[in-house]
């Protein structure tokens, strides 16, 4: 069956770093995109980065451009995403999707369909 992975999350304070990974099986991903969106509590979830797998391409939400960055590694079929200078604002679950890619990298959650079960990240203040 197909499976999204999520680890790396934890507990850290304001400005800190975290790398985020998303290890996928099941399946051949080479097709696809992956997004990583997150939950806080109350909210909504929310697209944060997106990255396909055959091209590299990525897309970001304006929240965290200069400070996340995604980045895959076909083989081992592995999405980073390291997440720097963490704001207290960032806390939330963090999740990976799959999606087939068709050379847009969709930000909305609809659109993808696989999940993972998420990673939490705490900054505290």
């Known amino acids: 069956q197909v499976q999204l992975v999520e680890s790396g999350g934890g507990l850290v304070q304001a400005g800190g770093s975290l790398r985020l990974s998303c290890t996928a099986s099941?399946?051949?991903?080479?097709?696809?995109?992956m997004g990583w969106f997150r939950q806080a509590p109350g909210k909504e979830r929310e697209f944060v980065a997106a990255?396909?797998?055959?091209?590299?391409?990525?897309k970001y939400a304006d929240s965290v451009k200069g400070r996340f960055t995604i980045s895959r590694d076909n083989a081992a079929n592995t999405v980073y995403h390291q997440v720097n200078s963490l704001k207290p604002e960032d806390t939330a679950i963090y999740y990976c999707?799959?999606?087939?890619?068709?050379?847009?990298?969709?930000?909305?959650?609809?659109?993808?369909?696989?999940w993972g079960q998420g990673t939490q990240v705490t900054v505290s203040s």
């Open positions: 999707a799959a999606k087939t890619y068709y050379g847009r990298l969709n930000s909305g959650a609809h659109e993808y369909g696989y």
């Open positions: 099941g399946r051949s991903f080479r097709n696809d995109a």
């Open positions: 990255i396909s797998w055959s091209y590299g391409s990525t």
